[in-house]
């Protein structure tokens, strides 16, 4: 995925990936605590092939997880530095990333037959609520060509080889399709320990230049609360109305 392979979707484009009319709004589910990863995997499977066979709503459910380490179908051995926490495979797309405590994950099972069968489409909309989230906290998150996410420029920091402008990513995206219904999603840094993510290669990203950053490090004054809030203000402007939480 490349900022060029992105269609001009924008936040204010409301029947972006809406899906047809008259269709039942999203399951909003909010969790609390720390949910275990391999449980929240069997959920999303069972409910993704329930909404395939129309057994079921299409959900977005916003979680934390305990201290992790997921490889997608992309990950690369040489990227996973130091297992200190419990690593587990998974067919979503992308590399290696972490997930934790003050990181909210949203796992977003969407059916693109209701909606519209690109999976690139997807992305980018998934990409535009993040960017939408951010800027309700001053924030300005931005998409960057092969590099799937959201990132953050940081002019303070030292710049790269080239003179490249420091950025670091904020929000990682991974997606996985069965039957054209979408599971996992994407997680966004609220106030996580960043020092965590040194065990991997984030993305498989090793440039010096090129790092993670949270909510809370840029100095956003955001609890999670706030957070959930603007995350469903601003996916209902882009897939529709959600229900429920």
């Keep these: 995925m490349t900022q060029a392979a992105c269609p001009p979707l924008r936040v204010s484009d409301a029947s972006a990936m809406r899906a047809h009319a008259g269709a039942p709004p999203v399951e909003w589910r909010v969790s609390e605590g720390l949910v275990d990863y391999e449980e929240a995997v069997a959920f999303m499977e069972a409910r993704a092939a329930a909404i395939a066979s129309g057994d079921a709503r299409e959900c977005v459910w916003l979680l934390e997880h305990p201290p992790i380490y997921t490889g997608g179908s992309s990950a690369k051995e040489k990227d996973l530095l130091d297992a200190r926490f419990p690593v587990f495979r998974t067919g979503r797309g992308g590399q290696f990333t972490y997930h934790g405590p003050g990181q909210r994950v949203a796992y977003v099972m969407l059916d693109l037959t209701r909606r519209r069968r690109d999976v690139r489409a997807l992305v980018c909309a998934l990409e535009s609520w993040i960017i939408?989230?951010?800027?309700?906290?001053?924030?300005?998150?931005?998409?960057?060509?092969?590099?799937?996410?959201?990132?953050?420029?940081?002019?303070?920091?030292?710049?790269?080889?080239?003179?490249?402008?420091?950025?670091?990513?904020?929000?990682?995206?991974?997606?996985?399709?069965?039957?054209?219904?979408?599971?996992?999603?994407?997680?966004?840094?609220?106030?996580?320990?960043?020092?965590?993510?040194?065990?991997?290669?984030?993305?498989?990203?090793?440039?010096?230049?090129?790092?993670?950053?949270?909510?809370?490090?840029?100095?956003?004054?955001?609890?999670?609360?706030?957070?959930?809030?603007?995350?469903?203000?601003?996916?209902?402007?882009?897939?529709?109305?959600?229900?429920?939480?």
């Design 132 to 245: 939408a989230t951010l800027a309700d906290f001053g924030v300005r998150g931005e998409r960057r060509a092969a590099r799937v996410g959201v990132w953050v420029e940081r002019p303070e920091k030292p710049k790269g080889p080239h003179g490249e402008t420091a950025e670091d990513k904020i929000a990682a995206i991974g997606i996985r399709l069965r039957q054209w219904v979408s599971f996992h999603g994407v997680a966004l840094n609220v106030a996580s320990d960043l020092t965590h993510f040194s065990g991997i290669a984030p993305c498989g990203v090793r440039e010096a230049h090129l790092g993670v950053t949270s909510l809370k490090e840029l100095g956003a004054t955001a609890d999670m609360r706030a957070v959930d809030a603007a995350l469903r203000k601003n996916i209902e402007l882009i897939f529709g109305p959600t229900a429920g939480a």
